[in-house]
């Protein structure tokens, strides 16, 4: 369904929830977006879907995942538990990007982990995605700010394997 340009997407959850969200193609081909990770756009993973674009900027505060200006093959997904939820996002993004997005979220690049993938296998299985070469890879784990018992806790992977272009993914659990 278009709406204003938009494509609509409706996701049921579980028995009785229904989460929309409106996102765009994000400069790839119309019906036809680009995706990082091994699930195609509009798959279902792990019981949700999988939709082009960026979450929502009310999402995106939510759960402390701000998907920054000039990201590519943006696609998130979104699990809602009693009392919280997950947000899961991945982009494409330079250097600059890269910097601003971990600076987002409290760390910089010197603070990530060569070589680890924070990201446990019902997490992969929950986001669908297919992380490569760990020596590409470098991961963090940010925890929930102890001054804040709702924040949410962060894991991140920045996958270095692209030449100029690096995937991010994240995934904000939220009590």
Known sequence: M????????????????????????????????ERAGSASPGSVVGGELTIAGAPSKERQERYGITVPAGATAVFHGFQRESGGGELWVTFKIGPEGRDLFLSSIGISEQDLNSGVVEFTSSDLGLTGWSIGNAQSVKGKMVPARDDDMKSPSIKVLIDYSGVDVMTVYALSAKP
Not at 11 to 16: E, Q
Request: with cysteine; net charge positive.
């Open 2 to 33: 278009r709406i204003d340009g938009k494509v609509l997407t409706a996701v049921l959850v579980g028995v009785s929830m229904l989460t929309a969200a409106s996102c765009t193609s994000g400069g790839a081909a119309e019906g036809r977006p």
